[in-house]
């Protein structure tokens, strides 16, 4: 169950508390789970060192991770992406804010297996 997400009122209409603050006084507000806020797919994130794509809405840990996604003004699927030697380049992982993608470093995680 998200519990992060928008709401919908009586009537189905979503109602993104978020956005809704936003619409009223130009900024997210402070009774948010965290500060940042995507007003296209209602996610929130936490740390300004975390990337947002305004274009496909994923969420990577890192400007680095989000680069890697982009070539040119396209978007690349993350978990489509392999390196050179086959391995995938990217690792998701479920947070409490949503999934988010991250490059991974193969020389930190030798064994990534074990990772399931
Ligand atoms: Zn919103
Ligand atoms: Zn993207
Ligand atoms: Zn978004």
């Not at 619409?23 to 060192?49: I, K, N, V």
């Given at each position: 169950?998200?519990?992060?997400?928008?709401?919908?009122?009586?009537?189905?209409?979503?109602?993104?508390?978020?956005?809704?603050?936003?619409?009223?006084?130009?900024?997210?507000?402070?009774?948010?789970?965290?500060?940042s806020?995507?007003?296209?797919?209602?996610?929130?994130?936490?740390?300004?060192?975390?990337?947002?794509?305004?274009?496909?809405?994923?969420?990577?840990?890192?400007?680095?991770?989000?680069?890697?996604?982009?070539?040119?003004?396209?978007?690349?699927?993350?978990?489509?992406?392999?390196?050179?030697?086959?391995?995938?380049r990217?690792?998701?992982?479920?947070?409490?804010?949503?999934?988010?993608?991250?490059?991974?470093?193969?020389?930190?995680?030798p064994?990534?297996?074990?990772?399931?």
């Amino acid at each position: 169950m998200d519990t992060t997400g928008p709401d919908t009122d009586s009537s189905g209409t979503l109602v993104c508390k978020a956005c809704a603050h936003a619409d009223a006084h130009g900024w997210w507000g402070t009774d948010l789970p965290a500060e940042s806020h995507c007003q296209d797919c209602h996610r929130y994130w936490r740390s300004h060192r975390e990337a947002h794509c305004a274009s496909c809405c994923r969420h990577f840990a890192s400007n680095a991770a989000f680069d890697a996604h982009r070539v040119g003004d396209d978007c690349n699927d993350p978990a489509a992406l392999a390196r050179q030697d086959g391995r995938p380049r990217f690792a998701r992982r479920e947070t409490r804010l949503g999934s988010v993608w991250s490059l991974v470093n193969y020389r930190e995680l030798p064994d990534f297996d074990a990772l399931g």
